[in-house]
């Protein structure tokens, strides 16, 4: 080589930190706020930080007993590692989550707003109090105990978005029992297979659901399912529309009939901290849903520190979570984190469009709500729909959280520039139904901010990116891998119900001695965390996790179907989309009917939400010799990355990917 030859520097390896800004928090945030931030500046977070992860102990055992009522103190903070699959936290301590949400706050201030309920109309909702929703909740327990629930039995809810939805999550908890919520969007037999795998005892359900103007049929869902859960004895039925419904003599109970007969108060029963307080069940990538177990002490105080800290929660706010409760963020930052907190939640029956692309952004003004927390899809959605649409000054906002994904840059700076005004601080938060609440997230009022990343780890977390070729960590900055957790924290889900063997497999022996995301990442040169998406076969739908295998199942369960393979792919819209490739068996005629049959087969078999956006009918699928269907092939040619294939000599018919990308470009251009 010559003097004069210059060696090409590499570029940095997080691209994507060296392609936007950093936001400080808005002075404007400051201006605004009823007080001040809990945490004052990046120097006491470093300091907290450090305290949580070199002397947990310390740490989590003071947050404790500062955050959460205990009827029984604990002795020990924290037993067991993630080697072993076996911790527990604040072992011998004793609680009540319902007494944590509603009695502690209905006792101080019996008149303060605990429930905003934005009904689907927008002037039908109505406000409850601390002290109502304390009557309510005690009402509704009494109610379970006639049906014959007991300490430890579960719980199924199927309730669309209404107040009495976190009613009967803390109906439950008051008496002990487990709650498990199957997000009302399911299908008759993905709420069954649910019932069952938790032997739920009860299920709770409204006559009808509303949602954007549309009815649902929730009663109607629940019979179909119940013809094939023989271990229900009972049915609880709120009121919602006042539609006729078929009815079970026996079994289905009216809920405004039964509440009439009990008095307002019943005794929460104390619960060790490790007490199941909930199942949710999630996807997983070999198909059948796994019913991950929250306990009650450690999820609640992962719940309530988040909601402090992370979203900056004060006493008078107002905080505005337009999740679902079906789903983890419904749990934790609609009921849980705002309650435990003693402040007003926002329960959202609608859409983001329903009357009107305004709805989001009337309802914060009409109610002074300071934080909100939303899905990047919603916010495409919103952004796609015109600026005109943003006429409501929402001048008490302080906070616009987001969740379910990453959040692409520019649409980052709309929710910051348009809706936010340049006033609230927008605070990207990775999560999983797994970790219970926020791991790693910018604190409001405290953390600079990069549009895309999701900033630093929250207290007690330590990340960890690994190398997935070689199994070991990766150290220092501006590096790439997957993520894992090093240390166990109070909120990590203990098992999946009924199967603790695939709870350890799936999470803890992948890389022995962390805690693994199933998440890429890369850190970058100042120690943020970008997130880069699964690396297992999940896809992430509108902020929604769907395991490829369980609708794979679902087509092939239609007749003419011989195999199918499902992978994601980028979609402007929802983040990524569901796209099928099916082969067909021989003698069954391939048509449009066909392909609009196994979307229908889908969203019977699991829900309209897990549907895919595109069926391609294809002969044969890329399989390995073994018979291992490549869906990274299938991945690449959607794409449109035909040139980087790799190795595809191994395959059992390599002439199979020529036909596939054929029939894929043919499909691309009828379009």
């Known amino acids: 080589m010559s003097e004069g030859d210059v060696v090409p ?29 809990h945490i004052d500046g990046m120097s006491q977070y470093e300091s907290m930080y450090k305290e949580s992860i070199t002397e947990p102990e310390k740490f989590w055992g003071k947050h404790a007993r500062e955050h959460l009522t205990w009827s029984k103190d604990f002795q020990t903070v924290h037993s ?13 301590g004793e609680l009540n989550a319902s007494y944590n949400c509603v009695d502690r706050h209905a006792f101080k201030n019996p008149d303060k707003a605990a429930i905003i309920y934005e009904a689907d109309e927008p002037n039908e909702g109505r406000t409850l109090t601390y002290g109502e929703l304390l009557r309510e909740v005690c009402k509704t327990a009494h109610v379970l ?46 709420l ?84 199941p307080l909930f199942l949710l069940y999630t996807s997983g990538s070999t198909g059948k849903p796994k019913g991950l177990m929250h306990s009650t002490g450690g999820y609640l105080l992962g719940a309530a520190m988040t909601g402090k800290y992370v979203f900056d929660m004060h006493d008078t706010d107002k905080f505005f979570c337009a999740g679902d409760v079906g789903w ?15 402040i007003a939640t926002v329960v959202f029956e609608g859409t983001p469009a329903y009357p009107n692309f305004s709805r989001y952004w009337d309802t914060i003004e009409k109610h002074g709500i300071t934080q909100f927390y939303v899905a990047p899809t919603a916010l495409r959605l919103l952004k796609r729909a015109g600026d005109q649409h943003i006429t409501a000054q929402m001048k008490t906002l302080r906070v616009l959280g987001t969740v379910g994904e990453p959040i692409a840059p520019d649409v980052w700076k709309w929710y910051h520039d348009t809706v936010g005004k340049k006033e609230c601080q927008v605070i990207d938060t990775y999560w999983q139904t797994e970790t219970g609440s926020h791991v790693v997230t910018p604190l409001a009022g405290v953390t600079p901010t990069k549009p895309g990343s999701a900033s630093l780890p929250f207290f007690g977390i330590e990340p960890a990116i690994i190398d997935p070729v070689s199994g070991k960590e990766v150290a220092g900055n501006d590096v790439e891998g997957v993520l894992a957790f090093k240390h166990a924290w109070p909120s990590m889900a203990r098992t999946v119900w009924g199967a603790h063997k695939r709870y350890m497999e799936t999470y803890l022996t992948v ?39 369980e609708i794979e199942a679902a087509l092939i369960e239609h007749a003419a179907v011989a195999e199918a393979a499902v992978v994601g792919v980028a979609d402007d819209l929802t983040g990524q989309a569901v796209n099928a490739f099916v082969s067909i068996k021989d003698g069954n005629e391939i048509n ?5 049959d196994l979307i229908l087969q889908v969203r019977k078999s699991i829900g ?10 294809v002969t044969d699928l890329p399989k390995t010799r073994s018979g291992k269907i490549m869906r990274r092939i299938l991945r690449k040619i959607l794409a449109g990355e035909e040139d980087s294939l790799g190795d595809i000599t191994t395959l059992s018919d390599p002439s199979v990917v020529e036909q596939i990308i054929q029939t894929v470009k043919s499909g691309r251009a009828q379009k």
């Open 9 to 37: 520097t590499a570029g940095p390896v997080v691209v994507e930190a060296h392609q936007v800004v950093t936001y400080p928090p808005p002075t404007k945030l400051f201006e605004k706020h009823p007080s001040k931030p």
């Open 80 to 92: 067991g590692n993630l080697n072993n699959g076996d911790n527990a936290w604040f072992v011998e």
């Open 145 to 190: 105990k006639q049906m014959g629930v007991q300490k430890g039995d579960t719980v199924a809810i199927y309730l669309p978005m209404i107040p009495e939805a976190l009613v009967a999550f803390l109906a439950c908890s008051r008496i002990g029992a487990v709650h498990s919520v199957v997000f009302a969007g399911f299908s008759s037999d993905s």
């Open 192 to 275: 069954r297979d649910r019932v069952n795998d938790a032997k739920s005892k009860v299920v709770i359900t409204s006559d009808e659901g509303k949602r954007g103007g549309k009815v649902i049929a929730t009663k109607k869902i629940v019979d179909d399912a119940l013809k094939q859960c023989p271990g229900v004895t009972g049915c609880l039925v709120y009121q919602r529309t006042g539609a006729d419904v078929p009815w079970t003599t026996g079994r289905d109970w009216w809920w405004h009939e039964e509440v009439e007969k009990w008095p307002a108060y019943i005794a929460p029963e104390p619960m060790n901290s490790e007490d």
């Open 328 to 342: 983890v963020t419904g749990h934790t930052y609609v009921v849980y984190a705002p309650l435990l907190l003693g």
């Open 511 to 549: 890389y022995p001695g962390y805690y693994f995301t199933g998440d890429g990442a890369g850190r970058d040169h100042d120690g943020y965390y970008w997130i880069r998406g699964r690396v297992d076969d999940v896809v992430n739908v509108s902020g929604h996790r769907l395991s490829t295998a």
């Open 592 to 596: 449009d009917q066909l392909r609009k």
């Open 608 to 617: 309209p939400f897990a549907a895919p956006k595109t069926i391609i009918i």
